[in-house]
């Protein structure tokens, strides 16, 4: 399975304690400064619309991954852009889009207004990350949207979740901290969201124990991976592209 980013928005601010040891911004300040280095200005929040064209250039049906170093959401982020980027998205329709958040009921907005209460394209999946038990709020915000595809990104892992409804969710991502700074994460936080996932038919990934470097702690959840992926989502005209 093919898969690629798509960064039309690079940058952003910090809004929770998963952002405490954020990966993308302890990479992107290594280049402050280097004139002509796409991240010459840190992780200060850029926008990219010359990159919103790539999609359709990418003529083999690929996940893509929305803005991997920021948040399509982010309240500096102006509505005319958020549009184009949409427009990208369902022009090349060919392509399936994973779209994470932390900013859940920004997202929830836009997209009701957008759709005007219609569904999402099946090729968008819109998610929301979820750190800790203090930030499910968001799983409702993500719940309220009209869509198949939704997501859930337990990533940073830094509680235990607790009671969590996940009626009308589709995928679950567990994966620990990694990074110098990076906080431990109990099993016992991962398995209880495995049987969850288990018990309420949601495809249940594990992505990595985390530790000094993503693969320190490898990605074995009680001896076994775990490599759920919700395929009776994606739509049937590029199901089995994406699978080969």
């Keep these: 399975m093919d898969g690629r980013h798509l960064g039309s928005v690079t940058g952003c601010t910090k809004i929770g304690p998963g952002c405490d040891n954020c990966y993308a911004?302890?990479?992107?300040?290594?280049?402050?400064?280097?004139?002509?280095?796409?991240?010459?200005?840190?992780?200060?929040?850029?926008?990219?619309?010359?990159?919103?064209?790539?999609?359709?250039?990418?003529?083999?049906?690929?996940?893509?991954?929305?803005?991997?170093?920021?948040?399509?959401?982010?309240?500096?982020?102006?509505?005319?852009?958020?549009?184009?980027?949409?427009?990208?998205?369902?022009?090349a329709d060919w392509h399936v889009y994973q779209v994470l958040t932390k900013r859940?009921?920004?997202?929830?907005?836009?997209?009701r207004d957008r759709y005007r209460g219609g569904e999402v394209p099946k090729h968008i999946w819109l998610g929301v990350s979820v750190e800790d038990a203090a930030h499910k709020g968001r799983i409702d915000h993500l719940r309220q949207i009209n869509s198949e595809a939704r997501f859930i990104s337990f990533e940073p892992l830094l509680s235990p979740i607790g009671p969590v409804d996940l009626f009308g969710i589709a995928w679950a991502i567990v994966g620990g901290e990694s990074g110098p700074k990076a906080r431990r994460m109990e099993p016992s936080w991962a398995t209880e969201l495995r049987d969850k996932c288990e018990a309420e038919g949601v495809a249940f990934f594990f992505k990595q124990w985390g530790g000094a470097r993503p693969k320190s702690?490898?990605?074995?959840?009680?001896?076994?991976?775990?490599?759920?992926?919700?395929?009776?989502?994606?739509?049937?005209?590029?199901?089995?592209?994406l699978q080969r």
């Design 217 to 241: 702690g490898g990605r074995l959840l009680e001896g076994e991976e775990w490599n759920g992926f919700p395929w009776q989502i994606v739509p049937q005209s590029i199901l089995k592209s």
């Design 104 to 111: 859940s009921s920004l997202m929830r907005r836009y997209v």
């Design 25 to 91: 911004q302890r990479f992107a300040e290594r280049w402050r400064g280097i004139e002509g280095h796409p991240y010459e200005q840190g992780f200060d929040l850029r926008l990219w619309p010359s990159r919103l064209h790539q999609p359709s250039q990418w003529k083999k049906p690929r996940m893509i991954f929305v803005n991997s170093m920021s948040d399509l959401f982010h309240n500096r982020v102006d509505l005319q852009f958020i549009d184009k980027v949409f427009e990208a998205m369902e022009a």
